[in-house]
């Protein structure tokens, strides 16, 4: 059965980062704790702390419809608002199987 990942771009204000740590924490770790979650991750880009790029993979398309059902969803959304990002590019893979990395 394919899995479906995500991954999401999103530009934020200057000090927005810092303003959504403990949203961020929260989201993480609930999303984490679903069922049919495999990865959910944020990180904050090196070269300009004000990207945020979002890693998800999950096991179906009903479980990630469920996530986004979740107060935890709802809750970072409301966060969002709160600093509205620049910009977000978000894309979803249905990934039907997984390759090893090729080596030279």
């Known amino acids: 059965m394919p899995t479906v990942v995500i991954h999401a ?3 934020t ?5 810092d303003a959504l740590r403990s949203a961020i924490a929260t989201m993480e770790s609930a999303s984490r704790a679903e069922a049919g979650c495999i990865e959910y991750a944020f990180a904050s880009s090196l070269e300009d702390p004000s990207t945020i ?3 998800e993979h999950w096991q179906s398309m009903d ?3 469920a996530h986004f059902a979740t107060p935890h969803m709802r809750a970072f959304n409301a966060a969002m ?12 893979y249905e990934v039907a199987r997984e ?5 030279s």
């Open 63 to 65: 479980a990630l419809r």
């Open 99 to 103: 390759l090893a990395l090729p080596t």
């Open 81 to 92: 608002r709160a600093h509205p990002p620049k910009s977000i590019d978000v894309k979803v």
């Open 9 to 11: 771009k999103v530009e």
């Open 53 to 55: 790029r979002i890693v």
């Open 13 to 17: 204000a200057p000090g927005a980062v």
